[in-house]
Each structure stands twice: as C-alpha cells, then as structure tokens.
C-alpha cells in the first residue's frame, strides 16, 4: 500500500500548505538565498578558495594580416612612416592575474581580482609566460599595427578622443577586468589597448624596454592614450600600471 504526502489542508473554508510542504518550501528558500550570497560575495572570498575552481587560459587570438601600416607620429610633412610586417597573432584581451598565476603559481593577487590584468610584473616574466605557451612579446610596430589598424588613426576605435574617463576619477590606481571598456577595440578586434594598463613590448629604447599602451595611472584621460604613446621602462622594475600581452 503506497502512502502519499499530503500537500494541502481545507480548513475554515481556507486553503494552505500542509506542515511538510512548508518545511520544504523553507528549505528550498533557505537554498536559494545561500545561492545568492555566495554569487554576491564570492569575489571577496580567499585566492585559495578562488584557486580551486579551473581558469583556463585564453587561447583568443587576433590574425593580423601581412602588409604596410602607418607607425608613429605624423611628420611636420604629413608623412607618416611606413613599415611593413609579416602575418602574425595576438592576445585579443591583456593576460588577466588568473591566467598568469597558472604558469607561476607562486603568484598572488588581491582576492576577487581574477579577471584584471596582471601587472607588477618584471620584463623577463612576462616573457618568460609567453614562452611558456610558445608565444613572444610583441615588438613595439606589433604591438602599434594591432591597436591602430592600417589608417594611422589616433586612438583604436577612430580619431575622437572618448569623452568618457578611461577608470573613475577618484583613482588611477583602480583596474577593471579584462575587455571592460566595449568601445576599446582596435580595428582588428583587439581590446584594451588604450584604457587599461601599459604593456611590455619586446623592444628597447635608450637602454630601457619599450612600454605601450594607456597611461590611466597618471592623467586619467584618453588623450594620454594614444596608439603612438609609449615611455621607456628598466627591465627589472615592476609597476602597478605595467602589464602585457603576447603574440605568435
């Protein structure tokens, strides 16, 4: 003989839950609501906690087709100058803290930060990555075709300058997750390239490493974000605004 749980009452011409359908629907709410904290919180939760879920590394890559392109400043002339590259891929998105711890478990970042671009990194780390996933640092001209395009435009997206603070105001020391800004993509389709953290690049420049990208850091202003921005940084100096990506 089967027995069947008894869902509802009729009392006092009144419908209502039977005392084991309630103790089920409080325990489903009581579930849900654990559900929700952990999602609220679980970027402030311990790397050791966060480590123990799988990260893969971003196999994303961006082809960028053999040919001229129009590198640096425009000359008092007009002219630009012209270099010519042979076919080659990048990292469509900066190399996030994850990513890098994975190579280099000794690695630690801030808790919840798993997404943002990995930075405090010396030169020969971050070369030392890229070799690790038989990639390079991109040169400089690598580095400037992919964020630029072919028109020698200013910024990746056009020639206006984006009326919109690259990172809030109050800090440049403030990062977002990698591929945030959805207006920052170059005519290839790469991201990040003027609003996020300067990148290492493969080549040298008055005895220093040559770094592209934005400098949110400092101005807080797409005008210091130019294609054609770059500063000249020691090797074995490690800064919260410097990170990377790599090619092949």
């Not at 679980?42 to 961006?62: C, G, R, T, W």
């Not at 469509?92 to 478990?105: D, G, H, L, T, Y």
């Not at 010396?122 to 070369?127: I, K, P």
Request: with cysteine.
């Amino acid at each position: 003989m089967q027995s069947h749980a008894i869902l509802f009452k009729y009392k006092n011409n009144h419908l209502s839950l039977s005392p084991v359908c309630q103790r089920t629907v409080v325990k489903a709410g009581l579930c849900l609501i654990t559900l929700a904290l952990f999602l609220c919180y679980f970027p402030y939760l311990s790397p050791a906690l966060a480590d123990m879920l799988p990260v893969p590394i971003s196999e994303e890559m961006i082809e960028i087709p053999e040919g001229p392109f129009l590198m640096g400043e425009k000359a008092e002339s007009g002219d630009h100058n012209i270099v010519v590259l042979e076919r080659y891929t990048i990292d469509r998105f900066e190399v996030s803290n994850a990513e890098f711890k994975i190579v280099f478990p000794a690695y630690v970042y801030p808790a919840g930060k798993e997404r943002h671009p990995v930075s405090f990194i010396r030169w020969r780390e971050a070369q030392g990555y890229c070799e690790a996933l038989g990639k390079r640092l991109p040169s400089a001209a690598e580095w400037e075709k992919a964020a630029r395009g072919t028109d020698g435009r200013v910024y990746p997206w056009g020639e206006k300058r984006n009326r919109n603070k690259p990172h809030p105001p109050f800090s440049g020391m403030v990062k977002r997750v990698v591929g945030f800004n959805k207006k920052d993509v170059s005519p290839f389709g790469v991201r990040d390239m003027a609003a996020s953290v300067w990148e290492w690049t493969a080549d040298e420049a008055k005895g220093k490493k040559i770094a592209r990208g934005g400098v949110w850091n400092q101005h807080l202003d797409y005008e210091y974000s130019r294609t054609t921005d770059q500063i000249e940084v020691d090797a074995d100096r490690r800064y919260i605004f410097l990170g990377f990506r790599c090619v092949r």
